[in-house]
């Protein structure tokens, strides 16, 4: 049987319980600006439809990281921001995905263990040494993996993962 004073941590959580399971539920804001990116398939969170629309402003509320690495398609070493990936499944509801399919504008697609964006801070990178980037520089939404922090990560198979010109993932 709980008492009075058992009961009180419960009491005193409840309101903050409930704001979570609220804020969990509600829906994601519709983008205002032009729509970088899209995902479909399943998830639990959406704002067009059956599917999740972003604009620029709504990636760059997510939580980012900076990432100063070299990449296998640049000659120096480079500074990209963009938002983490498993932030992004996070706020679709789809954070529990073994794997997901990421779509270029090409229609070139790379399948996507999400335990990659789990063990290492894997970006959606939006800029490059602080400017956006442009279709001429794999924007503009580019996978990119911390290569300098973990040079094991410099493979054929994480190349093929590190997607540019990002518009689509798919969560099956």
Do not use: K
Not at 36 to 55: C, Q
Not at 127 to 135: A, M, Q, S, V
Not at 146 to 160: K, M, Q, S
Not at 161 to 166: G, I, Y
């Amino acid at each position: 049987m709980l008492t009075g004073i058992a009961l009180r941590p419960l009491v005193l959580l409840l309101p903050a319980l409930m704001s979570c399971s609220i804020a969990l539920a509600s829906p994601l804001p519709v983008p205002t600006g032009r729509v970088l990116l899209a995902l479909s398939g399943d998830i639990t969170h959406t704002n067009v439809g059956d599917e999740a629309h972003f604009d620029r402003a709504m990636l760059e509320a997510l939580p980012a990281r900076v990432i100063e690495t070299h990449t296998p398609w640049h000659s120096d070493r480079g500074r990209y921001e963009g938002p983490l990936v498993r932030a992004l499944l996070e706020t679709v509801g789809a954070a529990e995905a073994e794997q997901v399919r990421i779509r270029a504008l090409n229609h070139y697609e790379a399948e996507v263990p999400v335990a990659d964006f789990r063990r290492h801070d894997v970006i959606l990178a939006m800029t490059r040494d602080g400017d956006p980037l442009t279709i001429r520089e794999y924007g503009p939404l580019f996978v990119l993996y911390p290569f300098d922090e973990h040079p094991e990560l410099l493979t054929e198979a994480i190349r093929f993962r590190s997607v540019w010109h990002v518009e689509r993932i798919i969560v099956p």
